[in-house]
């Protein structure tokens, strides 16, 4: 197998294939000439939404957050919703989804924002920032493994609690300070 910028002199031997993600050892000549054998985790996407429940542009508007439970840090934690992307799907429709996954919020407007690499030191894995408007409520539709609530805080407590650290994921914080910089000017 060749790698992305078509090296006949580089391999890649799947180490792993899970239901998320894909382990590969790849033997790669990097750009210096070295060659190097890298773990990489191969992950299809996802997208993740800053849901907006009041106008973005109003005083100090309210936002949906997750406090949701993820094993790997052994609490629960703040995030804004957020999900993978299926096989050959459209970022913008994973948005949709996600939020009435997890929400049970439908958008009238979804705004992409912001498309980044999650840790581009060991992983493939870009997730797609979008901006909710317009939402009406519904009803969820929580996975088995998902043990979450949905909450709603003001968009200036969302920025203190990643300024306390109360909200550490990444991708949350990520998007929040992005729409908060460049799409409010707050």
């Known amino acids: 197998m060749t790698d992305k910028d078509g090296d006949a002199g580089s391999t890649t031997r799947r180490a792993y294939s899970g239901r998320v993600v894909k382990v590969d050892v790849d033997q790669v000549r990097l750009p210096n000439g070295a060659m190097v054998e890298l773990e990489m985790v191969r992950h299809p996407g996802a997208s993740a939404i ?29 995030e804004i919703p957020a999900g993978k ?7 913008e429709t994973c948005a949709h989804r996600e939020l009435r ?8 407007r979804m705004e992409h924002v912001y498309t980044f690499y999650t840790t581009p030191g060991f992983t493939d894995e870009r997730i797609h920032a979008f901006m909710a408007r317009d939402l009406t409520r519904g009803p969820t539709s929580h996975q088995r493994d998902e043990v979450m609530t949905v909450e709603t805080v003001r968009f200036s407590q969302a920025l203190e609690m990643i300024k306390t650290g109360d909200l550490k994921d990444a ?3 990520l998007a929040i300070l992005y729409v908060a910089g460049f799409r409010l000017g707050r």
């Open 50 to 78: 800053v849901p907006f429940l009041t106008d973005p542009m109003g005083e100090d508007p309210q936002i949906l957050l997750i406090r949701q439970f993820r094993h790997a840090t052994g609490q629960f934690i703040y």
């Open 85 to 91: 992307l299926d096989d050959g799907e459209d970022p």
């Open 101 to 108: 996954e997890e929400t049970g919020c439908t958008a009238g």
């Open 171 to 173: 991708k949350s914080a």
